[in-house]
C-alpha cells in the first residue's frame, strides 16, 4: 500500500524520485515484450513514465479479410488519464514488438459522418452522438474513454505475432517535461476468423453498421457489462435487403411485412448446440425504437448456437412465434432456425447477426467471420447515418456496382451489398 500511495503523492506533486523503486518493482511484467538495454548492471528493460494508461477492451485481437482484399486488425483501448494534470495526445503508433518497436500496418478510422477520427478518444464524458465531437485528444485529469482502431494489412503474412501501441503525449510543464512517450504491453494477435456459410439466401443484402473502418452504432457502443467494458458488437451486422431500385420496402413500411427482408428464413451457418433462446416477444412498429425494455429484450426473439471452439453465434430480432428450435438442440449447418422479424431493440426488420467469444447477447467479445461464398454486388455511397435515415425515408439508396464479383473467404465489410445462393 506504501508504494501505491507513493507514486499516487508523487504524481500529483510531480516529484517523480520517490517513486523510482515502485517503478522498477513493475519491471518484470514488461519484459517480454523489450530487447535488454545492457548485457551487465544495470536498468536491463525500458521504464518509461506519462499520464495516460491503456488496455485492450475485449479479450482479443483477431485478424480477418475483409471485401476489399485487405488485413484488418479491429478493436479498441480503453484510455485513462492517471495524472492530475490534462493530457494531449500528440501521436498513437501500433508498433511491432518482435521487430524494435517498428510502425506496423496502416490504422484509420471513421465517425458515422465519414469524418476521420483516427487517434482520438471517445470519452465516457462526451455525447454519445457517434459523430466527431464526441472525440478529441484532450484527455482531462481522472478522465477516460474508448480509442478505436482499424488496422489494415496487404497480406495476412504481414501481420505480427503481437503488437503494442506507442503514444506520445504533451501535459504542462512537470519535473520530467512536457512531452512524454510511452509504449505499452505486447498484446498477441489472436486465431484467424471462423469460415461460415451465409444466415439466408437471396440478394440485396445491405451490411448495414458493420466492420470496419466508420465506427457505427455497433462499433461505436461499448457497454458495460458484468463488471467488465465489452467489445460485444464490432464485427456484428444488421442485415436489410434492398430491390433492384435500392428501395427496403413497400408502401408506407408502418408494418413489418411491408419490408423486403421481412420473413426471410434464417439458417445455420455452423453446426452446433443451441444455448439460448427467446420466442415469443411481440413485433415492434417499424420507425422508431421501442421503449421500456428490459436487458433480456433487446436482442428480440433470438438463437445463440454453441459451434464450438469459444465461438458462439447470434440471429436476433426474429419473428415472433417463428423459432423452430429449443435449448440443447443439436442443428446442421444450413438448418433453418426461424424467420427475420422486427422483435426487441429494432427500429425496421433486419437480421443482426454476429459471431462472438461467449453465449451472452451482450456480455461477449464480438469476433470476426468469414463466408465460405458470397457475391460482392457494390457498396452503397452513402456514409452510415445518411444510409439509415434514407432507408427509412424510402429513398433509394445509391450503390457502385462496378466491383461486383464472387468472393470466398472474406468478410463483408460496412456498406456492402451481398448476395447468398
Known amino acids: 500500500m506504501r508504494n501505491r500511495l507513493c507514486c499516487h503523492v508523487a504524481l500529483a506533486a510531480l516529484s517523480m524520485v520517490a517513486c523510482l523503486p515502485f517503478l522498477a518493482a513493475q519491471e518484470s511484467p514488461r519484459q517480454d515484450g523489450y530487447a535488454p538495454l545492457t548485457s551487465g548492471d544495470g536498468l536491463r528493460y525500458p521504464l518509461e513514465i506519462g499520464p495516460l494508461t491503456w488496455h485492450l477492451i475485449g479479450s482479443g485481437i483477431h485478424p480477418v479479410k475483409g471485401s476489399d482484399g485487405l488485413i484488418h486488425l479491429a478493436y479498441a483501448l480503453q484510455i485513462t488519464n492517471a495524472w492530475s494534470v490534462p493530457a494531449t495526445i500528440k501521436s498513437v503508433e501500433l508498433v511491432d514488438p518482435a521487430h524494435g518497436n517498428q510502425v506496423s500496418g496502416k490504422n484509420r478510422v471513421l465517425d458515422i459522418k465519414s469524418e476521420d477520427v483516427t487517434g482520438k478518444v471517445r470519452l465516457f464524458t462526451l455525447p454519445g452522438t457517434m459523430a466527431k465531437e464526441s472525440y478529441t485528444t484532450q484527455i482531462p485529469s481522472g478522465q477516460a474513454g474508448v480509442m478505436f482502431f482499424d488496422v489494415t494489412y496487404d497480406d495476412i503474412s504481414q ?66 457489462m458484468n463488471g467488465a467494458l465489452d467489445p460485444s458488437e464490432t464485427f456484428a451486422i444488421d442485415w436489410v435487403q434492398i430491390d433492384s431500385h435500392g428501395l427496403a420496402y413497400r408502401n408506407d413500411g408502418r408494418k413489418p411485412e411491408d419490408w423486403f427482408c421481412y420473413g426471410a428464413e434464417i439458417l445455420a451457418v455452423a453446426p452446433g448446440t443451441v444455448v439460448e433462446v427467446m420466442r415469443d ?71 443482426h447477426f454476429q459471431v462472438m467469444d461467449r453465449p451472452s447477447s451482450l456480455d461477449d467479445t464480438s469476433l470476426p467471420f468469414v463466408f465460405d461464398h458470397m457475391n460482392f454486388e457494390g457498396r452503397v455511397l452513402l456514409d452510415l447515418a445518411v444510409l439509415d435515415e434514407d432507408t427509412d425515408k424510402k429513398i433509394a439508396l445509391p450503390m457502385e456496382k462496378k466491383d461486383a464479383k464472387p468472393l470466398t473467404r472474406v468478410m463483408p465489410l460496412s456498406r456492402d451489398v451481398v448476395g447468398f445462393q
Open 159 to 224: 501481420v505480427p505475432k503481437a503488437i503494442a501501441h506507442r503514444i506520445t503525449t504533451t501535459t504542462p510543464p512537470t519535473p520530467i517535461g512536457t512531452e512524454h512517450t510511452t509504449v505499452g504491453h505486447s498484446i498477441p494477435v489472436g486465431q484467424d476468423a471462423i469460415v461460415i456459410s451465409p444466415p439466408f439466401k437471396g440478394s440485396g443484402w445491405v451490411n448495414g453498421n458493420g466492420c470496419c473502418l466508420e465506427i457505427g452504432p455497433h462499433r461505436f457502443v461499448t457497454n458495460s
Open 281 to 351: 416477444l411481440p413485433n415492434v412498429i417499424p420507425g422508431k425504437n421501442p421503449e421500456g425494455l428490459t436487458i433480456p429484450q433487446i436482442a428480440g426473439n433470438r438463437v445463440i448456437v454453441d459451434m464450438g471452439s469459444g465461438r458462439y453465434a447470434m440471429y436476433a430480432h426474429l419473428a415472433p412465434g417463428s423459432v423452430q428450435v429449443k435449448v440443447g438442440d443439436h442443428v446442421q449447418q444450413g438448418q433453418k432456425l426461424g424467420l427475420l422479424g422486427n422483435t426487441g431493440n429494432s427500429s425496421a426488420p433486419h437480421l
